[in-house]
């Protein structure tokens, strides 16, 4: 009979979800590969042996991470007003964040970079965003360029639920909070009646 398998599935997925609340409440560099096998009550061989490396653990956090949260986002029905598909959007947003918190900490929370800047692949969660905003920029809804746009709205967004998962604000507050400052948000780049009418 043979050695049973320890390194199997199950420790993978248990290092992952380790790794995935000690990344998002601790800096990347002081989490040791010593630190995230014990804390997942395995070796540290077998973060070797499963992934090659710390860094393809954490990546293996983020690629989870990006592919849920592009995955809701993608799920949000697209109706005849990209406005209140935007509003959809930020909703669904926050409600993804609320439900995995350590990820989005992961993602967002300092651990790891976000470069608004980069290229937006076709499984980047922006990329619902910026096509809701490519249509009201097309139905003169909104005016200006699409990334900054983008980037402002999740900037209000991304400050909500940060205080908002942060304890900052209570759930009453942040309820509030998020029905006023999304709607503010695109208001400031809405387009003025008399550019609409020229168009």
Same mark, same amino acid.
């Given at each position: 009979?043979?050695?049973?398998?320890?390194?199997?599935?199950?420790?993978?997925?248990?290092?992952?979800?380790?790794?995935?609340?000690?990344?998002?409440?601790?800096?990347?560099?002081?989490?040791?590969?010593?630190?995230?096998?014990?804390?997942?009550?395995?070796?540290?061989?077998?973060?070797?042996?499963?992934?090659?490396?710390?860094?393809?653990?954490?990546?293996?956090?983020?690629?989870?991470?990006?592919?849920?949260?592009?995955?809701?986002?993608?799920?949000?029905?697209?109706?005849?007003?990209?406005?209140?598909?935007?509003? $959809?959007? &930020?909703? *669904?947003?926050?409600? +993804?964040?609320?439900? !995995?918190?350590?990820?989005? %900490?992961? #993602?967002? =929370?300092?651990?790891?970079?976000?470069?608004?800047?980069?290229?937006?692949?076709?499984?980047?969660?922006?990329?619902?965003?910026?096509?809701?905003?490519?249509?009201?920029?097309?139905?003169?809804?909104?005016?200006?360029? $699409?990334? &900054?746009? *983008?980037?402002?709205? +999740?900037?209000?967004? !991304?400050?909500?639920?940060? %205080?908002? #998962?942060? =304890?900052?604000?209570?759930?009453?507050?942040?309820?509030?909070?998020?029905?006023?400052?999304?709607?503010?948000?695109?208001?400031?780049?809405?387009?003025?009646?008399?550019?609409?009418?020229?168009?």
């Amino acid at each position: 009979m043979g050695r049973p398998r320890t390194n199997d599935d199950t420790v993978k997925e248990r290092l992952v979800e380790t790794a995935t609340e000690l990344f998002a409440t601790r800096p990347r560099e002081s989490v040791t590969v010593r630190a995230l096998a014990t804390a997942a009550g395995t070796a540290t061989a077998a973060v070797y042996t499963l992934f090659g490396s710390k860094d393809a653990l954490v990546g293996e956090v983020r690629n989870r991470a990006v592919a849920g949260l592009f995955h809701d986002l993608s799920a949000v029905p697209t109706s005849a007003d990209p406005l209140t598909d935007l509003h $959809a959007l &930020a909703g *669904a947003y926050r409600r +993804w964040a609320r439900e !995995h918190t350590h990820l989005y %900490l992961v #993602l967002f =929370g300092g651990v790891q970079t976000f470069d608004p800047s980069g290229a937006v692949g076709t499984g980047d969660p922006i990329r619902p965003l910026l096509n809701a905003i490519d249509r009201a920029l097309a139905a003169s809804q909104v005016t200006g360029d $699409a990334t &900054a746009i *983008a980037l402002s709205f +999740w900037v209000t967004l !991304h400050g909500l639920v940060t %205080l908002e #998962l942060a =304890g900052a604000l209570d759930a009453a507050t942040a309820d509030a909070t998020f029905r006023s400052a999304i709607p503010a948000a695109l208001r400031g780049w809405a387009a003025s009646p008399s550019a609409r009418d020229r168009d």
